[in-house]
């Protein structure tokens, strides 16, 4: 947590990596994570780097890997991440591995290739069984033969369907018979009409039982086809078009003890052929188990292989140290820690030379690092997701942890609801080592289970929220006896029988001796609930807190900047930012606060009629006018509030001309002071190059202009005055605008509690008019209606809703008067979680 407020030092770092040890060095760094690889190569194709070959290699084994999975997902298991931590394999390990892994690949492929012919073949033989059963119906129907027939002269051509056909004795009847899809159907038989122009008797029948198209896997029911013509052309055609419309057609002899024969052959057939399936089955269980063993480890590892040559692809070589040289980005903590993994390294491969860490200066910005926790992780995305801290920065998230439950639980404010999100949440992180929480791939409840520390305690200020405004699934609660008295007031003021029945509403006058007796200990009064005016005692008490909570926030935000200017030793900007900023936005908005303030402690019930209007009076404060119908809060206030006008108006020139100004005349004292250095320095240069006889030979001229101080860029005062213009121009109208943002606390809140108040009169109220057996019946079906709209309206709309205006307050209002989020993160090279994924 100490780096929780401001990212850690991060420094460049130079590493000198022995050949022998390289690949183990890298591979300590991953299992460690403690440092960020420069890519010293980038304008060298991928292709032509040191290490392309392994990195192919790699490749070519995932390649096999995919295989292996695919077929065992084929089969309906399901791969497990290996519990250990695997290390990295050395090349002999790689090397059995891709023969191990090729090995087992080639060999599936054999074993499904022959399970696939094997069930092709069962299923050609289970369509010829069903086609022979099926066909002894289809023939065993045919007229009997043998009547004579009229001696007349038959063509090839005349009809088979011809009655006086079919009982011709020297005709011969043959068959095609076959399977077809059922799909097909149709179009074959029209087809079949037209080009045999009616020479044949075609039967369609489907089979009794599907069949398993090995391909892929269907069960589908196909249709059988018998199929008896005469000539050979009618044969020949019939063949063809069957054979288009991928039709199984299998042998059908004429005489019906050689059909008996086939059937009789083809069952015994078949159950040898179901013995050597199974047996096969069994041998393709045993290598799948075998995958299942092997394949999740080797997967790691190789992963791990394959990033390691890709880091090593980043590195440039030395021929002369005949080592390897890696830049890597490494928070300045963990130096020690990264030394002592290269010695490691430089151990378990048995290197003499053990490879070592250099800490080198850099002018580029380091990468953000922040650390978090399962607890901080949450707070630190949303920030974050607004745009990386800069180098340094001043962190928001650990204000974030308060202040944006607070703020979501202000809008949300509601007992009920906010309990039933913290146990919800709550429920989240009790479970939240189990690991069926964790496989859930849905991506709205992966968000759900990562926020779930932030949702715990938006639920928990929920219900303190809830506990101010009293209310609880909108109805009040009385933890306290009110503090507003009936009895009093129908005391003193001698309300008769008659007047009560008269006047439905009854006012209270706090005046009244003993109607009021004071502030409610906690929260708001519960009899406010039964006035009807408690919806515009509500809107005044909401919206000023709303202002009041807006203001201390942002005011707040702009504190913070003075942490970044300390920092970063910009010391100017305290005087020329941070106080015009502070006065501009306290002079103005900080005295609307104490107006609020000092006009509830003032006035109490006795003299509220007499109070004046804050809002008029601010109006009047920048008019510079007086209303004598507004009575002033104090005296001289009109003078107060003029002076307080003309000191924000002074701090606007403060703030967009000082920083300019200022570095205008910082950059006039560099550029007059170098122009008094330049001669002397001129005079250093010549004699170093004219030094006679003596002069040193390693001295040349480019060496003397490298050695000279590099010149500043140039100061642009126009690009500087713009820029500081801008963001003059975006505080001062901000600040208004921001404070106007603030209301939709009031805003949020309102439309909650009317929602929960229209859903509980509308859904809730109506299960308790009937009484007795009925009414609990009834209550049942409203009770299960009224918590499905509460949970889907209330809770999750509802509560979005008030998540994503918290959100923007932080983002807009809050941040931007601090945090410029320009930074980038800290990625290190780690093989730890994302490896298996």
């Known amino acids: 947590m100490g780096s929780m407020f401001r990212s850690e030092e991060v420094c460049l770092a130079q590493l000198f990596l022995q050949s022998s040890s390289a690949y183990a060095c890298v591979s300590e760094l991953g299992e460690r994570g403690l440092v960020e690889f420069r890519d010293l190569n980038p304008h060298v194709n991928a292709f032509q780097r040191r290490y392309v070959g392994e990195v192919r290699?790699?490749?070519?084994?995932?390649?096999?890997?995919?295989?292996?999975?695919?077929?065992v997902r084929?089969?309906?298991?399901?791969?497990?991440?290996?519990?250990?931590?695997?290390?990295?394999?050395?090349?002999?390990?790689?090397?059995?591995?891709?023969?191990?892994?090729?090995?087992?690949?080639?060999?599936?492929?054999?074993?499904?290739?022959?399970?696939?012919?094997?069930?092709?073949?069962?299923?050609?033989?289970?369509?010829?069984?069903?086609?022979?059963?099926?066909?002894?119906?289809?023939?065993?129907?045919?007229?009997?033969?043998?009547?004579?027939?009229?001696?007349?002269?038959?063509?090839?051509?005349?009809?088979?369907?011809?009655?006086?056909?079919?009982?011709?004795?020297?005709?011969?009847?043959?068959?095609?018979?076959?399977?077809?899809?059922p799909w097909r159907v149709s179009s074959f038989e029209r087809l079949l009409w037209r080009a045999c122009r009616g020479y044949l008797v075609a039967h369609f029948t489907e089979m009794?039982?599907?069949?398993?198209?090995?391909?892929?896997?269907?069960?589908?029911?196909?249709?059988?086809?018998?199929?008896?013509?005469?000539?050979?052309?009618?044969?020949?055609?019939?063949?063809?078009?069957?054979?288009?419309?991928?039709?199984?057609?299998?042998?059908?002899?004429?005489?019906?003890?050689?059909?008996?024969?086939?059937?009789?052959?083809?069952?015994?057939?078949?159950?040898?052929?179901?013995?050597?399936?199974?047996?096969?089955?069994?041998?393709l269980d045993q290598m799948l188990q075998k995958v299942l063993m092997l394949l999740p480890a080797w997967q790691v590892r190789i992963q791990k292989m394959k990033a390691i040559y890709f880091i090593l692809n980043q590195c440039s070589f030395n021929i002369t140290d005949k080592c390897l040289i890696g830049e890597v980005w490494?928070?300045?903590?963990?130096?020690?820690?990264?030394?002592?993994?290269?010695?490691?390294?430089?151990?378990?491969?048995?290197?003499?030379?053990?490879?070592?860490?250099?800490?080198?200066?850099?002018?580029?910005?380091?990468?953000?690092?922040?650390?978090?926790?399962?607890?901080?992780?949450?707070?630190?995305?949303i920030v974050d997701a607004y745009g990386v801290a800069s180098y340094q920065e001043?962190?928001?998230?650990?204000?974030?942890?308060?202040?944006?439950?607070?703020?979501?639980?202000?809008?949300?404010?509601?007992?009920?609801?906010?309990?039933?999100?913290?146990?919800?949440?709550?429920?989240?992180?009790?479970?939240?080592?189990?690991?069926?929480?964790?496989?859930?791939?849905?991506?709205?409840?992966?968000?759900?289970?990562?926020?779930?520390?932030?949702?715990?305690?938006?639920?928990?200020?929920?219900?303190?929220?809830?506990?101010?405004?009293?209310?609880?699934?909108?109805?009040?609660t009385t933890i306290f006896p009110s503090a507003w008295s009936i009895a009093a007031m129908a005391n003193q003021s001698g309300w008769s029988l008659e007047y009560i029945t008269e006047n439905p509403v009854l006012v209270l006058v706090p005046n009244v001796t003993g109607v009021f007796n004071g502030p409610y200990p906690f929260g708001i009064d519960p009899i406010w609930s039964l006035a009807v005016n408690h919806l515009t005692f509500l809107n005044s008490f909401k919206m000023k807190m709303s202002v009041i909570l807006g203001i201390v926030h942002m005011s707040f935000g702009v504190f913070l900047g003075i942490f970044n200017f300390v920092h970063f030793k910009q010391m100017y900007k305290i005087l020329l930012v941070f106080l015009p900023e502070i006065i501009f936005l306290l002079a103005l908005f900080g005295y609307l606060i104490i107006l609020v303030f000092y006009k509830w402690l003032v006035f109490d019930a006795s003299t509220s009629q007499f109070a004046p209007s804050i809002l008029i009076h601010?109006?009047?404060?920048?008019?510079?006018?007086?209303?004598?119908?507004?009575?002033?809060?104090?005296?001289?206030?009109?003078?107060?509030?003029?002076?307080?006008?003309?000191?924000?108006?002074?701090?606007?020139?403060?703030?967009?001309?000082?920083?300019?100004?200022?570095?205008?005349?910082?950059?006039?004292?560099?550029?007059?002071?170098?122009?008094?250095?330049?001669?002397?320095?001129?005079?250093?240069r010549q004699s170093l190059l004219?030094?006679?006889?003596?002069?040193?030979?390693?001295?040349?001229?480019?060496?003397?202009?490298?050695?000279?101080?590099?010149?500043?860029?140039?100061?642009?005062?126009s690009e500087v005055f713009m820029h500081q213009a801008i963001h003059t121009i975006e505080y001062c109208l901000g600040c208004v605008s921001n404070t106007a943002s603030y209301l939709r606390l009031w805003a949020l809140s309102l439309a909650h509690a009317q929602l929960s108040e229209v859903l509980w009169t509308m859904v809730m109220r109506n299960g308790f008019w009937m009484k007795g057996y009925k009414g609990g019946v009834i209550l049942v079906p409203v009770f299960a209606f009224f918590a499905v709209l509460t949970v889907a309206i209330l809770l999750v709309m509802e509560g979005l809703s008030a998540f994503l205006h918290a959100l923007r307050l932080h983002w807009v209002e809050f941040q931007n008067k601090f945090y410029a989020g320009a930074g980038y993160r800290f990625n290190p090279f780690t093989f730890t979680a994302s490896t298996w994924d």
């Open 57 to 71: 290699r790699c490749e070519d084994m995932e390649k096999t890997f995919t295989f292996l999975a695919q077929e």
């Open 618 to 684: 601010f109006i009047d404060m920048f008019l510079f006018t007086e209303n004598a119908d507004n009575i002033p809060l104090y005296k001289h206030q009109t003078t107060v509030q003029t002076v307080l006008v003309v000191v924000a108006l002074a701090s606007v020139p403060i703030l967009l001309l000082g920083t300019p100004l200022y570095l205008w005349c910082q950059h006039s004292q560099r550029k007059a002071f170098q122009i008094q250095r330049e001669p002397s320095s001129a005079e250093e």
């Open 208 to 283: 009794p039982e599907p069949v398993i198209n090995p391909a892929t896997g269907e069960s589908v029911t196909c249709v059988i086809f018998i199929i008896s013509y005469w000539g050979e052309q009618i044969g020949q055609k019939i063949r063809k078009i069957a054979s288009c419309f991928h039709c199984h057609m299998y042998p059908y002899a004429d005489d019906e003890a050689e059909r008996g024969d086939t059937l009789r052959q083809l069952r015994t057939q078949i159950e040898e052929l179901t013995i050597v399936l199974g047996r096969s089955e069994h041998c």
């Open 394 to 476: 001043v962190n928001p998230a650990p204000y974030t942890i308060i202040t944006f439950p607070f703020l979501f639980a202000v809008m949300f404010g509601d007992v009920g609801h906010g309990l039933l999100m913290f146990l919800f949440a709550l429920w989240m992180v009790m479970l939240e080592n189990s690991p069926g929480m964790k496989k859930v791939e849905n991506e709205i409840w992966q968000m759900f289970f990562e926020g779930r520390y932030l949702i715990l305690l938006m639920g928990a200020f929920s219900i303190y929220t809830g506990f101010i405004y009293n209310e609880c699934f909108s109805r009040a």
């Open 74 to 181: 084929k089969a309906g298991l399901s791969l497990t991440p290996p519990e250990d931590n695997l290390p990295a394999p050395q090349s002999r390990d790689a090397l059995q591995i891709q023969e191990e892994s090729e090995t087992l690949a080639r060999e599936l492929r054999e074993v499904n290739h022959n399970r696939e012919e094997l069930l092709t073949r069962l299923r050609d033989m289970q369509e010829h069984i069903q086609v022979l059963q099926e066909g002894q119906h289809f023939t065993g129907q045919l007229a009997p033969m043998g009547s004579p027939f009229r001696p007349r002269a038959f063509s090839e051509r005349e009809p088979l369907l011809d009655p006086s056909m079919a009982q011709r004795i020297d005709l011969r009847i043959n068959f095609v018979a076959g399977v077809i899809h």
């Open 690 to 717: 004219n030094s006679g006889p003596g002069r040193s030979v390693n001295v040349a001229e480019d060496d003397v202009e490298r050695a000279q101080p590099k010149q500043e860029p140039e100061f642009e005062f």
């Open 330 to 381: 490494c928070p300045v903590h963990d130096l020690p820690a990264v030394q002592q993994a290269l010695r490691e390294g430089s151990r378990l491969s048995g290197s003499t030379v053990e490879s070592f860490v250099h800490r080198i200066s850099s002018t580029e910005n380091p990468p953000t690092l922040i650390r978090t926790n399962k607890f901080t992780a949450g707070f630190q995305n």
